[in-house]
């Protein structure tokens, strides 16, 4: 998901079973039912159909694993490895420890007397892996992959996964010479295609420059190399999943490459490879043979232990890093869903000159399918219930300053990227301070497509959704655009599109934020800077989008009005300091605006200035008689105040605990205006107005406010409040940008888009 391009779609409100449906679809299909009926033997068993379904396995194996590997969140995964490998091996260690006596009583139930140490390999792994395929996708279908929950569960069962391949192929290298050998032929192999790929990658993306997307010969150069990497590493005797997962995890996420890549395999992936590879999984289930007192009691002796030991793992480890008890029940029960690896062990022969036997391969298969057809359904259940009560962080005010800071910034044409890329620049201008920014292009959606030419008939590289019509040569310059903002910041933005009428396109943005978990959103404002300064009406229909969404937003909305030739310019690169001005007034948007400059403070390229204006009857006391009785529990302070103070005493400890952390610092500068009116405000706002290159200020929220008292008279955009409109208007005639930020309205967004 880095820096890709796909169609925003509203959440689904119900579940969709897709992994346990493949599985019992596969399992009706197999030898344990269906297949039972000689016609339907005959079509699905034939001479050749075992080759050919191998096969098949294995080309869904290479391309949902390189698919995996080019969408980890890389920047995630290096800032919570720690976290996610302790709980990765809290239940593989303890599985680890009950896999000695139960591999025991197998060798004497099964009379295994060959190959004991590869037997040992496969049932330690059947006991202590974790399907991280099935996983992700479960995650996904309950739309958890956004939360913090969903992508630990992700993370661990993939660092689980891939450590059980590392180990397993580690331990069969060094027990044979020859093994040995092929194991340091695939790992040079593997580096080789992905230097190969880091060329190819910027060979293609500098050969479409004017292209969306590179072709499909370029394509098929790539999985070529894929396949001839996966191919060799079967022959071997080694499994191809974790070189082809390394290959996608160090592929370069900027350019059309990527993002070709990613629009090819996404949906293909999803939609049918994993699917079908669920059913195939289902379909070699043949319980028939397990219905014996003693197989039968050791399928569920071993489902037992394998459930139980991960669990158990899980939950103390889960409880040492503190997490809550709901979500440590979920991760174990997600980290006992098997069905990749495991399965390519159980079907893979110890040597040349030896099988499994019928009934152990039968007995292992059966543990594998029965586990995740049992586990699946109720970790899906658990999943459901812990999203309709799940929280996530819809104000910057609540968030910590060091927490990861979800952004959704939209663009309707290409000139609304520099101002949002400027913004997320600003954000991210701090390694300890993470950002995940998403940007989204909205597209009115045409009353009819324009082209009625059939798939055949279509140019090489046209072949894609209709969907890839909408938005014109405006998509490529907006790639173009981000792909140089990526670049050169190495600020991965992640991008999408929504298609839509403009009437109800607003739904669609709050539906997505909300899917997103993001903390704000940031619209472009109607009005553009012409080449002369002036602004400019250049999308009306962008007002009335932005109303509404300033009324329903499920989390903080920002508007952002760019003069990008006299304004604000991109941190990231720049040779001079932009200086940034918050104005605080005070109210609840105000404190959100302030919230927001915490981050952009960080930026080494920003020099930050807070100016608060008070009431000249304040002005007897001291403006510096608060800060010396600063409270080291600052949040704490915060929310007792919230609970039974007023407004401005609200404002007071916001402005307090800001002032202690960052001004006392030395890390912004703060600024007292005493005023009287709303004549005076404008005044001191005509003597700042050419020191800044933006202004972030709150929308309202103030009430009956004397500061700003008669600045309602010549009001144009109320969707900027008072402040903002008056910034944005020709009557101060600024050259700064400026950013309106309102705090979230629970009570507006939770009343639906009946009334619009």
Known sequence: MEATEQLM??????????ITTSF???????????????????????ASAAKYYQFFSFVCRMLFMFSIGLETDVPYLRRNIRVVSIVAGGGSILACLFGGPFFWLLIKVFNVTKERFAFYLLTLTVLANSASPIVIRMIAETKFDTADLGRM?????????????????TLKAFSSSGRFGGAILITLVTVAVIFV?????????????????????????????????????????????????????????????ARTLLHKLTYSVNTFILPVYFGYTGFQLDISNIFNKLTLALTVLMILVSVGTRIVGT??????????????????????????YDLILINTNPNPNMVWAADLHDFLLTVVVLNTLII????????????????????LEILNPESELRILACVYVPRHVSGHVSLISALGGCPTAPIKPYMVHLVELPKKRKSKLMYHQLEDGDQYSDEEEYGGNDVLEINDALDAFISETKILVHQSKIVASFLTINEDVCNGAEDLRVCIIFLPFHKHQRIDGKMENSMEEIRAINQKVLRHAPCSVGIFVDRGQTGFQQPHGSQCVQNI???????????????????????????????????????SRSSNSWINDASQKDEEVIMAISNIGTENEIDNAFVETFYNRYVAQGRAGFVEKYVSSGQETVAVLREIADSYSLFIVGKGGRGTCPLTSGMSDWEECPELGLVGDLLASSELDISGSILVIQRHRHSEAEGGFLDD
Request: proline share 4%; glycine share 4%.
């Open 9 to 18: 779609c509203q959440p689904s409100d119900s579940f969709n079973p897709l």
């Open 24 to 46: 019992q679809a596969g399992v009706v299909l197999g030898p344990s039912l269906l297949s039972r009926i000689q016609r339907v033997k005959d079509f699905f068993i034939q």
């Open 153 to 169: 569960a992700i993370y661990s069962s993939l660092v689980n996964e891939m450590s059980c391949v590392t180990i397993v192929s």
């Open 197 to 257: 790929n880091k060329y190819l990658s910027y060979f293609f993306n500098k050969r479409n420059q004017n292209n969306r997307f590179v072709s499909n010969k370029e394509i098929f150069v790539i999985m070529f190399l894929l396949t001839c990497l996966a191919l060799y590493a079967e022959w071997v005797g080694y499994t191809a999943i974790f070189c082809c997962f390394l290959v996608g995890l160090m592929f370069p996420r900027e350019g059309k490459t």
């Open 315 to 340: 939950l103390a480890a889960c409880h040492y890093l503190m997490i809550p008890w709901n979500e440590s029940v979920i991760l174990s029960l997600l980290l006992c869903l098997k069905g990749n």
């Open 376 to 395: 699946g359904p109720v970790a899906a259940i658990l999943l459901n219930r812990e999203e309709s009560s799940a929280q996530y962080p819809t104000i």
């Open 581 to 619: 001005a918050i104005l605080f007034f005070g109210g609840p948007d105000d404190r959100e605006a302030l919230a927001c400059s915490k981050r952009i403070l960080m930026h080494s390229k920003v020099n930050l200035t807070v100016i608060r204006f008070l009431h000249k009857t304040t002005a």
